[in-house]
């Protein structure tokens, strides 16, 4: 009942761009697939991880944090975590037993012992045809809940309204996007490429897009494509971007703050220069977490598989196979050269 437990660790910590070299697979520790008896495994579950999310949030946790930091860095020798789908293979747990599917948080490795798994979802429609189980990862995962607390609660869409989403391509975006022109929005994406620029228009069915890296002036991209203002701003990326819609935010518009990737790798975030449109324009701007609207996943499921099986809404995943390939499809994600979810699957 004893296997060998490969993991993805992080050598030590990053400072600016991850390479795949700051990260190595090691094979070193065998792990028991039977739980023992005793009180230290009370409530404990063992499972075999499928798909693993490689999700932007990730970076900032490879650098040390400070004292004033709300976030827990990885620790240099032991194996990643973030969001996956996996497999129960023993519990301790009166909610799981074995062979249920879960997703939620796990580490980067082949199995991971998880000793509070009050905050796993069980996964429920696995016969179902048109939900791979990937999409757990991704639509029916993490950055669906995001994408859809974000624009329907933070945002409170009304329809009619212009929609600008930065990382329009990515997991989030993508479904921003989409859930905006279910709500009769006109809806504008940036992206770093022509083929994400084609993508987003004829898969995501967005009203027109641009490639951020051909635009020297962000402040005339963006009047060129909101003449009349922006109401609507999903925020992945931060920075020169988030400068340039700030003057071209409408007066009483909203930012909803999900992530900034643009800052991530930098020692010393760039600064905000039009924060004062925030006063002048009275726009609301607010950051949030998704952990905080884990309550409406339920609501959220009912919401969208219906779209999923209708055709209605699409996703789109960029998938690696092998742990080995893990550090690659991170540094692909925090440079921007996945297209669509990054996950890397172990399902083999």
Known sequence: MEVTNKKLILKDYVS??????????????????????????KGAVLVKNLFLAADPHLRPLMKKADN?????????????????????????????????LVWGITGWEEYTLITAPE???????????????????????????????????????????RVFISAAAGAV?????????????YVVGSVGSQDKVD?????????DAFNYKEEPDLDAALKRYFPEGIDIYFELVGGKM??????????????????????????????ITNIT????????????????????????????????????????EDIVDGLENGA????????GLNIGKQVVSLAN
């Not at 996996?86 to 249920?100: C, L, R, Y």
Request: net charge neutral; proline share 5%.
């Open 328 to 335: 690659l499809a991170l540094v692909r994600v925090f440079r």
């Open 242 to 271: 988030l400068d340039a819609v700030l003057v071209n935010m409408k007066v009483h518009g909203r930012i909803a703050v999900c992530g900034m990737i643009s800052q991530y790798t930098l020692d010393k975030p760039e600064g």
């Open 68 to 100: 004033f930091s709300v976030l827990q860095s990885f620790t240099p020798g032991t194996p990643l975590y973030g969001y996956g789908v996996a497999k129960i293979v023993d519990s301790k747990h009166p909610d799981f037993k074995e062979g249920d």
């Open 277 to 316: 449109s925030l006063v002048y324009k009275r726009i609301r701007m607010q950051g949030y977490n998704v952990v905080d609207y884990y309550h409406l996943y339920h609501k959220y499921l009912d919401f969208i598989l219906p779209y999923i099986k209708e055709g209605k809404i699409s996703c789109v």
């Open 199 to 207: 993508l987003v228009k004829k898969k995501f069915g967005f009203d």
């Open 119 to 161: 905050t796993l979802f069980k996964i429920h429609n696995t016969d179902d045809d048109d939900v791979p189980l990937s999409y757990y990862s991704g639509i029916l995962g993490m950055p669906g809940l995001t994408a859809y607390a974000g624009f329907f609660n933070v945002c409170a869409p009304k329809r009619g309204e």
């Open 173 to 185: 975006g993508q479904l921003v996007g989409q859930f905006a022109k279910l709500s009769g929005c």
């Open 16 to 41: 600016g761009f991850p390479k795949e070299s700051d990260m190595e697979v090691i094979c070193t520790d065998r792990i028991n697939l039977k739980l023992p008896e005793e009180n230290s495994s």
